[in-house]
Protein backbone atom coordinates (compact mmCIF):
# COMPACT_ATOMS: atom_id res chain seq x y z
CA UNK A 1 0.00 0.00 0.00
CA UNK A 2 1.37 3.29 -0.61
CA UNK A 3 1.64 6.09 2.10
CA UNK A 4 -0.92 8.41 0.24
CA UNK A 5 -4.30 8.77 1.47
CA UNK A 6 -6.75 8.08 -0.76
CA UNK A 7 -10.14 10.28 -1.11
CA UNK A 8 -13.08 9.87 -2.28
CA UNK A 9 -15.97 12.47 -3.28
CA UNK A 10 -18.80 10.55 -1.03
CA UNK A 11 -22.48 11.64 -2.57
CA UNK A 12 -23.88 11.59 1.23
CA UNK A 13 -22.37 14.02 2.52
CA UNK A 14 -21.49 16.02 -0.76
CA UNK A 15 -17.61 16.28 0.15
CA UNK A 16 -14.28 14.27 -0.65
CA UNK A 17 -13.04 12.17 2.26
CA UNK A 18 -10.41 10.36 3.33
CA UNK A 19 -11.14 6.83 2.47
CA UNK A 20 -11.07 4.84 5.52
CA UNK A 21 -12.31 1.01 5.22
CA UNK A 22 -14.11 -0.32 7.81
CA UNK A 23 -11.94 -3.21 8.43
CA UNK A 24 -8.35 -2.20 7.88
CA UNK A 25 -7.15 -4.12 4.65
CA UNK A 26 -10.10 -5.05 3.72
CA UNK A 27 -13.04 -3.11 1.33
CA UNK A 28 -16.96 -4.43 0.84
CA UNK A 29 -18.17 -2.29 -2.49
CA UNK A 30 -21.74 -3.20 -4.01
CA UNK A 31 -22.32 -2.25 -7.27
CA UNK A 32 -26.17 -1.66 -8.62
CA UNK A 33 -26.17 -4.06 -11.88
CA UNK A 34 -27.81 -4.46 -14.68
CA UNK A 35 -31.40 -5.81 -15.43
CA UNK A 36 -31.30 -8.51 -17.98
CA UNK A 37 -34.06 -8.02 -20.54
CA UNK A 38 -32.35 -6.02 -23.23
CA UNK A 39 -28.78 -5.53 -24.50
CA UNK A 40 -26.57 -3.24 -22.37
CA UNK A 41 -26.16 0.03 -23.57
CA UNK A 42 -23.34 2.37 -23.63
CA UNK A 43 -24.06 4.16 -20.95
CA UNK A 44 -24.50 1.20 -18.37
CA UNK A 45 -21.16 -0.05 -19.79
CA UNK A 46 -19.82 3.27 -19.01
CA UNK A 47 -21.39 3.00 -15.32
CA UNK A 48 -19.72 -0.51 -15.22
CA UNK A 49 -16.27 0.63 -16.63
CA UNK A 50 -16.26 3.37 -13.90
CA UNK A 51 -16.82 1.09 -11.28
CA UNK A 52 -13.73 -1.31 -12.79
CA UNK A 53 -11.61 1.38 -12.89
CA UNK A 54 -12.26 1.96 -8.84
CA UNK A 55 -12.15 -2.05 -8.05
CA UNK A 56 -8.62 -2.54 -9.99
CA UNK A 57 -7.30 0.51 -8.76
CA UNK A 58 -8.45 -0.47 -5.07
CA UNK A 59 -6.56 -3.75 -5.56
CA UNK A 60 -3.27 -2.30 -6.75
CA UNK A 61 -3.39 -0.68 -3.30
CA UNK A 62 -3.00 -3.88 -1.86
CA UNK A 63 -6.99 -4.27 -0.55
CA UNK A 64 -8.28 -7.02 0.25
CA UNK A 65 -12.08 -6.48 -2.39
CA UNK A 66 -15.44 -8.23 -1.75
CA UNK A 67 -17.09 -6.68 -4.61
CA UNK A 68 -20.64 -7.41 -5.19
CA UNK A 69 -22.59 -6.50 -8.08
CA UNK A 70 -26.36 -7.68 -8.38
CA UNK A 71 -28.15 -9.36 -11.42
CA UNK A 72 -31.95 -7.75 -11.07
CA UNK A 73 -33.80 -10.60 -12.86
CA UNK A 74 -37.32 -9.59 -11.28
CA UNK A 75 -39.06 -6.83 -9.56
CA UNK A 76 -37.62 -4.16 -11.92
CA UNK A 77 -40.95 -2.45 -13.46
CA UNK A 78 -41.54 -0.44 -16.49
CA UNK A 79 -40.70 3.44 -15.04
CA UNK A 80 -38.81 2.03 -12.26
CA UNK A 81 -42.22 2.54 -10.46
CA UNK A 82 -44.80 0.20 -8.62
CA UNK A 83 -46.89 -0.38 -10.97
CA UNK A 84 -46.85 -1.36 -14.41
CA UNK A 85 -45.09 -4.60 -16.10
CA UNK A 86 -42.28 -6.39 -14.91
CA UNK A 87 -39.52 -5.50 -17.65
CA UNK A 88 -38.16 -9.37 -17.72
CA UNK A 89 -41.34 -10.66 -17.47
CA UNK A 90 -43.09 -8.58 -20.87
CA UNK A 91 -40.01 -9.03 -23.01
CA UNK A 92 -40.46 -13.00 -22.03
CA UNK A 93 -44.08 -12.63 -23.40
CA UNK A 94 -43.13 -10.69 -26.55
CA UNK A 95 -40.64 -13.27 -27.22
CA UNK A 96 -42.92 -15.95 -26.47
CA UNK A 97 -40.51 -17.04 -24.26
CA UNK A 98 -39.25 -18.36 -20.45
CA UNK A 99 -38.63 -15.62 -18.25
CA UNK A 100 -35.56 -17.08 -17.46
CA UNK A 101 -34.58 -17.46 -20.90
CA UNK A 102 -34.86 -13.87 -21.24
CA UNK A 103 -32.80 -13.18 -18.34
CA UNK A 104 -30.28 -16.38 -19.58
CA UNK A 105 -29.82 -14.53 -23.01
CA UNK A 106 -29.19 -11.06 -21.86
CA UNK A 107 -26.44 -12.00 -18.71
CA UNK A 108 -24.23 -14.25 -21.18
CA UNK A 109 -24.07 -11.33 -23.54
CA UNK A 110 -23.83 -8.52 -20.69
CA UNK A 111 -20.97 -10.86 -19.16
CA UNK A 112 -19.08 -11.39 -22.95
CA UNK A 113 -19.31 -7.04 -23.33
CA UNK A 114 -17.87 -6.94 -19.67
CA UNK A 115 -14.86 -9.14 -21.29
CA UNK A 116 -14.61 -7.14 -24.09
CA UNK A 117 -13.97 -4.12 -22.45
CA UNK A 118 -11.75 -5.93 -20.15
CA UNK A 119 -13.61 -5.64 -16.90
CA UNK A 120 -13.09 -7.78 -14.15
CA UNK A 121 -15.82 -9.73 -12.87
CA UNK A 122 -16.65 -8.76 -9.11
CA UNK A 123 -16.39 -11.43 -6.43
CA UNK A 124 -19.93 -12.44 -6.07
CA UNK A 125 -22.84 -11.97 -8.82
CA UNK A 126 -25.73 -12.63 -6.99
CA UNK A 127 -29.46 -12.24 -8.40
CA UNK A 128 -32.78 -11.56 -7.26
CA UNK A 129 -34.43 -14.35 -7.77
CA UNK A 130 -32.03 -15.95 -5.81
CA UNK A 131 -32.63 -14.15 -2.62
CA UNK A 132 -36.25 -14.33 -2.85
CA UNK A 133 -36.04 -15.44 1.05
CA UNK A 134 -33.84 -13.20 2.11
CA UNK A 135 -36.20 -10.36 0.41
CA UNK A 136 -39.36 -12.13 2.57
CA UNK A 137 -37.11 -12.17 5.85
CA UNK A 138 -36.11 -8.16 5.31
CA UNK A 139 -40.22 -7.38 4.78
CA UNK A 140 -41.12 -9.12 7.96
CA UNK A 141 -38.46 -7.11 9.85
CA UNK A 142 -39.21 -4.12 8.71
CA UNK A 143 -42.82 -4.46 9.02
CA UNK A 144 -42.20 -5.87 12.73
CA UNK A 145 -40.14 -2.52 13.13
CA UNK A 146 -43.15 -0.68 12.25
CA UNK A 147 -42.05 0.87 8.85
CA UNK A 148 -44.36 -0.58 6.72
CA UNK A 149 -47.87 -1.84 6.76
CA UNK A 150 -49.64 -4.75 4.39
CA UNK A 151 -53.07 -3.75 2.27
CA UNK A 152 -54.33 -6.04 0.23
CA UNK A 153 -51.21 -8.84 -0.11
CA UNK A 154 -49.26 -5.98 -0.98
CA UNK A 155 -46.46 -4.43 1.50
CA UNK A 156 -45.36 -0.82 1.48
CA UNK A 157 -42.57 0.84 3.31
CA UNK A 158 -43.87 4.02 5.33
CA UNK A 159 -42.02 6.73 4.32
CA UNK A 160 -43.82 9.48 6.35
CA UNK A 161 -43.35 7.10 9.70
CA UNK A 162 -39.81 6.47 8.74
CA UNK A 163 -39.41 10.79 8.12
CA UNK A 164 -40.40 11.15 11.75
CA UNK A 165 -36.62 9.68 13.28
CA UNK A 166 -34.98 9.91 10.32
CA UNK A 167 -34.02 12.15 7.35
CA UNK A 168 -35.23 10.69 4.22
CA UNK A 169 -34.22 12.54 1.28
CA UNK A 170 -30.67 12.84 2.86
CA UNK A 171 -28.76 11.28 0.13
CA UNK A 172 -30.18 13.60 -2.59
CA UNK A 173 -30.20 16.71 -0.57
CA UNK A 174 -34.03 17.30 -0.36
CA UNK A 175 -36.22 17.78 2.39
CA UNK A 176 -39.39 15.76 2.85
CA UNK A 177 -41.70 18.76 2.44
CA UNK A 178 -40.38 19.36 -1.12
CA UNK A 179 -40.36 16.03 -2.36
CA UNK A 180 -44.04 15.55 -0.87
CA UNK A 181 -44.93 18.93 -3.39
CA UNK A 182 -43.11 16.69 -5.92
CA UNK A 183 -44.77 14.03 -5.77
CA UNK A 184 -48.56 13.17 -7.81
CA UNK A 185 -51.29 13.30 -5.60
CA UNK A 186 -52.56 9.78 -4.72
CA UNK A 187 -55.24 8.46 -6.84
CA UNK A 188 -59.02 6.99 -5.19
CA UNK A 189 -57.67 3.61 -6.52
CA UNK A 190 -54.10 3.83 -4.87
CA UNK A 191 -53.54 1.38 -1.80
CA UNK A 192 -50.58 3.60 -0.70
CA UNK A 193 -51.13 5.85 2.91
CA UNK A 194 -48.68 8.51 1.96
CA UNK A 195 -47.35 9.49 -1.46
CA UNK A 196 -43.82 8.51 -1.00
CA UNK A 197 -44.46 5.23 0.04
CA UNK A 198 -42.94 2.54 -1.81
CA UNK A 199 -43.31 -1.31 -2.60
CA UNK A 200 -41.52 -3.80 -0.45
CA UNK A 201 -43.34 -7.12 -1.99
CA UNK A 202 -46.33 -6.90 -4.33
CA UNK A 203 -49.65 -8.73 -4.68
CA UNK A 204 -49.30 -10.89 -8.58
CA UNK A 205 -52.39 -10.66 -10.65
CA UNK A 206 -52.62 -14.71 -11.73
CA UNK A 207 -51.03 -14.49 -14.68
CA UNK A 208 -48.14 -12.68 -13.83
CA UNK A 209 -45.32 -14.74 -14.99
CA UNK A 210 -42.53 -14.88 -12.16
CA UNK A 211 -44.62 -14.61 -8.27
CA UNK A 212 -43.40 -16.54 -5.12
CA UNK A 213 -45.35 -17.41 -1.84
CA UNK A 214 -45.27 -14.81 0.98
CA UNK A 215 -46.85 -14.78 4.34
CA UNK A 216 -48.70 -11.79 2.68
CA UNK A 217 -49.81 -14.34 -0.80
CA UNK A 218 -48.25 -14.77 -4.02
CA UNK A 219 -46.20 -12.28 -5.08
CA UNK A 220 -42.88 -10.57 -5.69
CA UNK A 221 -40.23 -8.38 -4.05
CA UNK A 222 -40.42 -4.64 -4.82
CA UNK A 223 -36.59 -3.12 -7.04
CA UNK A 224 -35.41 -1.63 -4.54
CA UNK A 225 -35.41 -4.73 -1.94
CA UNK A 226 -33.05 -6.58 -3.39
CA UNK A 227 -30.45 -4.35 -3.17
CA UNK A 228 -30.85 -4.37 0.62
CA UNK A 229 -30.93 -7.80 1.11
CA UNK A 230 -28.16 -9.04 -0.94
CA UNK A 231 -25.35 -5.95 0.14
CA UNK A 232 -27.11 -7.44 3.78
CA UNK A 233 -26.59 -10.93 3.28
CA UNK A 234 -22.67 -10.37 1.75
CA UNK A 235 -21.15 -7.48 2.85
CA UNK A 236 -22.95 -7.15 6.60
CA UNK A 237 -25.47 -4.33 7.78
CA UNK A 238 -22.16 -1.77 6.81
CA UNK A 239 -20.22 -1.87 4.53
CA UNK A 240 -17.21 0.51 2.34
CA UNK A 241 -18.72 1.47 -1.02
CA UNK A 242 -22.14 1.07 -2.55
CA UNK A 243 -22.55 2.29 -5.90
CA UNK A 244 -24.40 2.61 -9.13
CA UNK A 245 -24.94 5.21 -11.65
CA UNK A 246 -26.72 9.06 -10.56
CA UNK A 247 -29.89 8.13 -11.54
CA UNK A 248 -30.05 6.07 -9.12
CA UNK A 249 -29.89 8.35 -6.32
CA UNK A 250 -33.02 10.02 -5.87
CA UNK A 251 -35.31 6.88 -5.60
CA UNK A 252 -33.27 3.42 -5.58
CA UNK A 253 -30.69 4.28 -3.05
CA UNK A 254 -32.50 6.71 -1.31
CA UNK A 255 -35.31 3.43 -0.61
CA UNK A 256 -32.13 1.18 -0.35
CA UNK A 257 -30.73 3.49 2.52
CA UNK A 258 -34.55 3.65 4.51
CA UNK A 259 -34.64 -0.28 4.02
CA UNK A 260 -31.78 -0.80 5.97
CA UNK A 261 -32.05 1.60 8.10
CA UNK A 262 -35.68 0.57 9.18
CA UNK A 263 -34.44 -3.20 9.51
CA UNK A 264 -30.75 -2.47 10.89
CA UNK A 265 -30.13 0.51 11.97
CA UNK A 266 -27.46 1.51 10.36
CA UNK A 267 -26.96 3.14 6.60
CA UNK A 268 -25.64 0.47 4.60
CA UNK A 269 -22.59 2.26 3.01
CA UNK A 270 -20.22 4.57 4.16
CA UNK A 271 -19.15 6.25 0.78
CA UNK A 272 -21.72 6.20 -1.48
CA UNK A 273 -20.39 6.33 -5.52
CA UNK A 274 -22.24 7.69 -8.50
CA UNK A 275 -21.00 7.75 -12.13
CA UNK A 276 -22.50 10.17 -14.21
CA UNK A 277 -24.43 9.73 -17.91
CA UNK A 278 -23.03 9.26 -21.09
CA UNK A 279 -24.41 11.93 -23.51
CA UNK A 280 -24.23 12.08 -27.52
CA UNK A 281 -23.42 15.26 -28.89
CA UNK A 282 -24.69 17.23 -26.22
CA UNK A 283 -27.99 15.04 -25.88
CA UNK A 284 -28.84 12.25 -22.99
CA UNK A 285 -28.27 9.19 -24.95
CA UNK A 286 -32.03 7.33 -25.23
CA UNK A 287 -33.74 5.12 -27.88
CA UNK A 288 -36.42 7.66 -28.77
CA UNK A 289 -33.91 10.35 -29.83
CA UNK A 290 -32.44 7.97 -32.25
CA UNK A 291 -28.56 8.31 -30.67
CA UNK A 292 -28.64 5.27 -28.60
CA UNK A 293 -25.95 2.42 -29.69
CA UNK A 294 -25.22 -0.55 -28.44
CA UNK A 295 -21.52 -1.72 -28.14
CA UNK A 296 -21.87 -3.94 -31.06
CA UNK A 297 -22.67 -1.21 -33.44
CA UNK A 298 -19.76 0.97 -31.91
CA UNK A 299 -17.48 -1.83 -32.60
CA UNK A 300 -18.58 -2.38 -36.75
CA UNK A 301 -19.47 1.56 -36.92
CA UNK A 302 -23.39 0.07 -38.46
CA UNK A 303 -25.24 3.19 -37.10
CA UNK A 304 -25.88 6.52 -38.73
CA UNK A 305 -23.95 8.82 -35.76
CA UNK A 306 -20.71 7.11 -36.28
CA UNK A 307 -18.10 7.62 -38.79
CA UNK A 308 -16.53 4.45 -38.61
CA UNK A 309 -16.18 1.54 -36.31
CA UNK A 310 -14.06 1.70 -32.92
CA UNK A 311 -12.30 -0.64 -30.88
CA UNK A 312 -13.30 -1.36 -27.37
CA UNK A 313 -10.23 -0.37 -25.84
CA UNK A 314 -10.11 3.09 -27.59
CA UNK A 315 -13.60 3.19 -26.23
CA UNK A 316 -12.35 2.21 -22.36
CA UNK A 317 -10.03 4.70 -23.09
CA UNK A 318 -12.35 7.39 -24.16
CA UNK A 319 -14.54 6.99 -20.56
CA UNK A 320 -11.29 7.46 -18.81
CA UNK A 321 -10.71 10.24 -20.14
CA UNK A 322 -12.86 11.86 -18.12
CA UNK A 323 -13.56 12.13 -14.52
CA UNK A 324 -16.44 9.09 -13.66
CA UNK A 325 -18.68 11.91 -12.13
CA UNK A 326 -18.29 13.95 -15.64
CA UNK A 327 -20.64 13.30 -17.92
CA UNK A 328 -18.85 12.49 -21.00
CA UNK A 329 -20.16 13.09 -24.45
CA UNK A 330 -19.82 11.06 -27.30
CA UNK A 331 -18.69 12.54 -30.37
CA UNK A 332 -16.77 11.34 -33.98
CA UNK A 333 -14.13 13.72 -33.27
CA UNK A 334 -13.92 13.32 -29.17
CA UNK A 335 -13.32 9.71 -30.52
CA UNK A 336 -10.68 10.46 -32.86
CA UNK A 337 -8.46 11.94 -30.70
CA UNK A 338 -9.01 9.46 -27.67
CA UNK A 339 -8.35 6.78 -30.08
CA UNK A 340 -4.86 8.61 -31.21
CA UNK A 341 -3.94 9.34 -27.82
CA UNK A 342 -4.81 5.50 -26.61
CA UNK A 343 -2.54 4.59 -29.61
CA UNK A 344 0.41 6.53 -28.59
CA UNK A 345 0.51 5.58 -25.09
CA UNK A 346 -0.34 1.84 -26.46
CA UNK A 347 3.40 2.09 -28.80
CA UNK A 348 5.36 3.79 -25.95
CA UNK A 349 4.18 0.49 -23.54
CA UNK A 350 5.26 -1.69 -26.08
CA UNK A 351 8.46 0.38 -26.57
CA UNK A 352 8.85 0.03 -23.06
CA UNK A 353 8.62 -3.85 -22.99
CA UNK A 354 11.62 -4.03 -25.45
CA UNK A 355 13.27 -1.11 -23.87
CA UNK A 356 16.82 -1.52 -21.74
CA UNK A 357 18.32 1.10 -19.72
CA UNK A 358 21.62 2.17 -21.89
CA UNK A 359 23.57 4.19 -19.39
CA UNK A 360 24.76 6.27 -21.40
CA UNK A 361 26.37 9.11 -19.93
CA UNK A 362 26.17 10.81 -16.36
CA UNK A 363 23.05 10.55 -14.31
CA UNK A 364 21.13 13.82 -14.89
CA UNK A 365 19.99 14.80 -12.04
CA UNK A 366 17.12 17.17 -13.71
CA UNK A 367 15.61 14.29 -15.28
CA UNK A 368 15.80 11.74 -12.14
CA UNK A 369 13.88 14.31 -10.28
CA UNK A 370 11.17 14.93 -12.95
CA UNK A 371 10.38 11.34 -13.97
CA UNK A 372 9.56 10.36 -10.03
CA UNK A 373 7.22 13.34 -10.17
CA UNK A 374 5.53 11.71 -13.24
CA UNK A 375 5.46 8.16 -11.26
CA UNK A 376 3.87 10.18 -8.10
CA UNK A 377 1.48 11.95 -10.20
CA UNK A 378 -0.36 8.67 -10.92
CA UNK A 379 -0.69 7.68 -7.53
CA UNK A 380 -1.78 11.18 -6.50
CA UNK A 381 -4.38 11.72 -9.12
CA UNK A 382 -6.18 8.27 -8.92
CA UNK A 383 -5.80 9.16 -5.14
CA UNK A 384 -7.78 12.28 -5.83
CA UNK A 385 -11.01 10.32 -5.92
CA UNK A 386 -9.96 8.09 -9.36
CA UNK A 387 -9.16 11.19 -11.14
CA UNK A 388 -8.00 9.04 -14.06
CA UNK A 389 -7.69 11.83 -16.91
CA UNK A 390 -5.08 13.17 -14.30
CA UNK A 391 -3.22 9.57 -14.43
CA UNK A 392 -3.50 9.83 -18.57
CA UNK A 393 -1.66 13.49 -18.47
CA UNK A 394 1.25 11.53 -16.08
CA UNK A 395 1.90 8.53 -18.34
CA UNK A 396 1.34 11.17 -21.61
CA UNK A 397 4.59 12.48 -20.31
CA UNK A 398 6.26 9.55 -19.02
CA UNK A 399 5.48 8.05 -22.55
CA UNK A 400 7.54 11.49 -24.18
CA UNK A 401 10.12 10.24 -22.12
CA UNK A 402 9.92 6.68 -23.22
CA UNK A 403 10.18 7.65 -26.93
CA UNK A 404 12.45 10.09 -26.54
CA UNK A 405 14.89 7.53 -24.66
CA UNK A 406 14.21 4.43 -27.06
CA UNK A 407 14.95 6.93 -30.68
CA UNK A 408 18.44 6.35 -31.79
CA UNK A 409 19.04 10.09 -31.57
CA UNK A 410 17.80 10.47 -28.19
CA UNK A 411 17.93 13.65 -26.12
CA UNK A 412 16.62 12.57 -22.98
CA UNK A 413 18.53 12.76 -19.76
CA UNK A 414 20.53 9.53 -18.18
CA UNK A 415 17.97 8.47 -14.60
CA UNK A 416 18.99 6.07 -11.88
CA UNK A 417 18.30 2.24 -12.81
CA UNK A 418 16.26 2.24 -9.51
CA UNK A 419 14.14 5.23 -11.43
CA UNK A 420 13.93 3.21 -14.46
CA UNK A 421 12.79 0.09 -12.68
CA UNK A 422 10.11 2.71 -11.37
CA UNK A 423 9.42 3.95 -14.15
CA UNK A 424 8.78 0.59 -16.26
CA UNK A 425 6.81 -1.06 -12.96
CA UNK A 426 4.26 2.46 -12.69
CA UNK A 427 3.65 2.71 -16.48
CA UNK A 428 2.62 -1.05 -17.05
CA UNK A 429 1.13 -0.91 -13.34
CA UNK A 430 -1.30 1.76 -14.06
CA UNK A 431 -1.60 1.73 -18.06
CA UNK A 432 -2.62 -2.42 -17.57
CA UNK A 433 -3.55 -3.38 -14.39
CA UNK A 434 -5.03 0.15 -13.26
CA UNK A 435 -6.86 1.81 -16.18
CA UNK A 436 -7.71 -1.63 -17.83
CA UNK A 437 -5.93 -1.23 -20.91
CA UNK A 438 -5.04 -3.51 -23.64
CA UNK A 439 -2.85 -3.74 -26.39
CA UNK A 440 -4.98 -4.78 -29.53
CA UNK A 441 -2.99 -4.93 -32.69
CA UNK A 442 -2.28 -8.69 -31.98
CA UNK A 443 -4.15 -11.15 -33.98
CA UNK A 444 -6.32 -14.00 -32.48
CA UNK A 445 -6.81 -13.21 -28.57
CA UNK A 446 -9.28 -10.24 -28.27
CA UNK A 447 -9.67 -9.53 -32.08
CA UNK A 448 -11.41 -13.49 -32.53
CA UNK A 449 -13.21 -12.83 -28.90
CA UNK A 450 -14.65 -10.11 -30.23
CA UNK A 451 -15.16 -11.66 -33.90
CA UNK A 452 -17.33 -14.27 -32.21
CA UNK A 453 -19.29 -11.94 -30.51
CA UNK A 454 -20.54 -10.16 -33.63
CA UNK A 455 -20.98 -13.04 -35.37
CA UNK A 456 -23.34 -14.64 -32.60
CA UNK A 457 -25.45 -11.15 -32.49
CA UNK A 458 -24.90 -11.52 -36.50
CA UNK A 459 -26.77 -14.84 -36.22
CA UNK A 460 -29.61 -14.34 -34.08
CA UNK A 461 -30.62 -11.25 -36.62
CA UNK A 462 -30.63 -13.53 -39.26
CA UNK A 463 -33.02 -15.98 -37.04
CA UNK A 464 -35.04 -12.97 -36.11
CA UNK A 465 -35.24 -12.49 -39.85
CA UNK A 466 -33.77 -9.25 -39.35
CA UNK A 467 -31.63 -9.40 -42.81
CA UNK A 468 -31.23 -5.94 -42.84
CA UNK A 469 -29.25 -5.53 -39.84
CA UNK A 470 -27.05 -8.60 -40.61
CA UNK A 471 -26.68 -7.48 -44.01
CA UNK A 472 -25.54 -4.13 -42.76
CA UNK A 473 -23.10 -6.25 -40.37
CA UNK A 474 -21.54 -8.15 -43.32
CA UNK A 475 -21.13 -4.92 -45.48
CA UNK A 476 -19.85 -2.71 -42.16
CA UNK A 477 -17.29 -5.53 -41.54
CA UNK A 478 -15.88 -5.82 -44.87
CA UNK A 479 -15.34 -2.25 -45.54
CA UNK A 480 -13.22 -1.87 -42.39
CA UNK A 481 -11.10 -5.50 -42.88
CA UNK A 482 -13.14 -8.44 -41.55
CA UNK A 483 -14.89 -10.82 -44.38
CA UNK A 484 -17.22 -13.67 -42.63
CA UNK A 485 -17.34 -17.02 -44.08
CA UNK A 486 -21.34 -18.04 -44.44
CA UNK A 487 -22.07 -22.01 -44.45
CA UNK A 488 -25.04 -23.98 -44.31
CA UNK A 489 -24.66 -23.82 -40.82
CA UNK A 490 -24.31 -20.64 -40.08
CA UNK A 491 -21.50 -18.30 -39.74
CA UNK A 492 -18.80 -19.01 -37.06
CA UNK A 493 -15.90 -18.19 -38.99
CA UNK A 494 -14.14 -14.38 -39.97
CA UNK A 495 -10.56 -13.81 -41.83
CA UNK A 496 -9.26 -10.14 -42.51
CA UNK A 497 -8.82 -9.20 -45.91
ZN1 LIG B 1 -29.55 -1.49 -6.44
Known sequence: MTEQKLFVYN???????????????????????????SDVHLGNCRTFISFDLIYRYLLHLGYKV????????????????????????????????????????YTVDFHKVMEIFNTLPPSIEPTATGHIIE????????????????????????????SETHDYGELNGRKLEDLLNNTR???????????????????????????????????????????SAMSNKYLGHQFDIHGGGMDLMATHHTN??????????????????????LTVNGQKM?????????????????????????????MRFFFMQASYRSTVDFSNEAIDA?????????????????????????????????????????????????????????????????????????????????TFDRL????????????????EDTEGGDTDELMQLIIKLRNEAKTNKDYATSDKIREGLKQIGFQLNDSKQGTTDWIRI
Not at 193 to 214: V, Y
Not at 302 to 310: I, N
Request: charged fraction near 25%; include cysteine; proline fraction near 4%.
Open 66 to 105: RYVRNITDAGHLEGDSDEGEDKVSKKAKLEQLEPMEIVQK
Open 338 to 418: AEIFYKKLAESAKKLAALQQQKIGNIDEETDKTINGFCDDCYASMNDNFNSPKTLEALNNLSKWINSYAATTRNSGEIRTE
Open 185 to 227: TLGGQDEKRGKLDFALWIKAKPEHLMQWPSPWGMGFPGWHLEC
Open 286 to 314: SKSVGNSFLPYQLFTGEHALLRKGYSPMV
Open 11 to 37: SLTRTKEEFIPLNPGHVGMYVCGPTVY
Open 424 to 439: RKTYNAFFFDVLGLKL
Open 256 to 277: EIAQNIACCGKTPAHYWVHTNM
Open 135 to 162: QIELVKTILDAGFAYEVGGSVYFDVEKY
